[in-house]
Structures are given as structure tokens and as C-alpha cells.
């Protein structure tokens, strides 16, 4: 499998001047694609929508229009668009709330540089990315959600898309929590087919990211499969 030859085009946005170009210049100088900045929410929007980065890495407390908006109307607007949420906070209330959001990980300041750049290229590549001890938190919610009505749109449709057996299984491996590459290794196929999959899967049933996808599969008790 190739690499990708293309530096990973990155945006930071974050209030703190100081911290958003010391992130900035660090994410620079080993050779990402920073193309954008922003210190509030209104201008993250606008930033991004006009630079389309590959990741948005996002702090949630922000003047303007709080992070969690932010990463919404991102995602909704480029469901390519991967976010990478970096907060001072880990208040397991404010994780899952990013990750409702569309938020692929989410990582605390008090990472190191190493840790930074790694997260940005695991985020890129589609796989989910939480500060240790933060990724059980997510998983638990995934059920919680689970275990709750679904809306009327979701709920058994009789005409619900019909997915390929390929695709039940790389649905069946997200829902156990698995990473793109780990469901790559594990099924022989390359990482860009396993994105396909999952793209294409969200496109028949009509979600919008991740967190929909693990809720319904474990709601058909995929993860169990």
C-alpha cells in the first residue's frame, strides 16, 4: 500500500493567538499543508469552507460559535472533512458532545508535539484518535445511544437500502471499535477500499458520520455478530 504523496492539508483553529501559531508552525515544520487559521467560530466556518483542509484541528471553547457548532456545520458542509478536536478540557460531557458532532478524535493540549502530528495523520487517514482512556468513554456511548428509540427515519424500513456482504462486514468491524487500518489488515484489502466501503455505506443508509454508522449497527446487534 502506498503512501499518500501529498502533504495532509491541516487548519487550527483556536482564541489563543500564541497557541493556535506555535500548533500551526509545529504541524508546518514536519511537513503538513497548514492552510488556514482562525480564532473564532464564524471565521473557522468561513476558513474552512474556503480552504478545504483534509483536518480541522478545532479547540471547542471559542468566541463566536462554540466548537461543537462549529465542527457541525464543517462536517455538514464536507462530510470528508475530518476533525480533530484539541481542548484543554476532558470532561467526558464535552467529548461526547464533539464526537455527536462529527468530531473523528479528540485529543487534550497536554499531548506532545509527537502525539499532535500522529493523531493529524491517523485523523486524515479516517481512523478514530482519543487521549487514552477516552476511547472506552466513546465506545460506552455508542451503546448507550444504542439502547434508545431511534428516530422514525431510521427506524425498520421495509425499503432500506440493502447493503453488500463486503459491507456488512466492514460495518460489523467498525461497530466492534476497530480502526480502517486494523479492518484492512483484517479483512486483506487495501485502506482506501476499507474508506469506500464505510463512504459508500453512509451514502445508503443516509448517515452522516461514524457515530451514526456504530449506532446503527449495534443497533441490529452487528457488533455482536
Not at 464526537?99 to 495523520?121: F, H, I, M, N, P
Request: aromatic share 4%.
Amino acid at each position: 500500500m502506498t503512501e499518500r504523496q501529498e502533504p495532509i492539508r491541516v487548519m487550527v483553529v483556536d482564541d489563543h493567538p500564541m497557541w493556535r501559531d506555535a500548533v500551526a508552525r509545529d504541524l508546518a515544520e514536519s511537513g503538513f499543508d497548514v492552510v488556514a487559521t482562525a480564532g473564532d467560530g464564524d471565521q473557522a466556518v468561513r476558513r474552512a469552507r474556503a480552504a478545504a483542509p483534509d483536518v480541522l484541528v478545532l479547540d471547542l471553547n471559542l468566541p463566536g460559535k462554540p466548537g461543537v457548532q462549529v465542527c457541525k456545520e464543517v462536517v455538514g458542509a464536507d462530510p470528508k472533512l475530518r476533525v480533530l478536536v484539541l481542548s484543554a478540557s476532558g470532561e467526558h460531557a464535552d467529548v461526547l458532545e464533539a464526537v455527536k458532532s462529527g468530531a473523528t478524535g479528540y485529543l487534550l493540549k497536554s499531548a506532545s508535539t509527537e502525539e499532535l502530528q500522529d493523531a493529524v495523520r491517523r485523523t486524515a487517514a479516517g481512523d478514530p484518535v482519543f487521549t487514552p482512556g477516552l476511547a472506552g468513554l466513546v465506545l460506552g456511548e455508542y451503546r448507550r445511544l444504542a439502547s434508545e428509540p431511534a428516530p422514525a427515519a431510521e427506524s425498520g424500513d421495509p425499503g432500506a437500502p440493502r447493503l453488500t456482504d463486503r459491507e456488512t462486514e466492514v460495518l460489523r468491524l467498525v461497530a466492534k471499535g476497530l480502526s480502517y487500518k486494523q479492518i484492512a489488515e483484517r479483512l486483506v484489502i487495501s485502506h482506501r477500499t476499507v474508506q469506500n466501503h464505510v463512504q459508500n455505506t453512509l451514502g445508503k443508509l443516509q448517515l452522516h458520520n461514524r457515530v451514526e454508522l456504530v449506532r446503527y449497527a449495534i443497533e441490529r446487534g452487528l457488533d455482536d455478530a
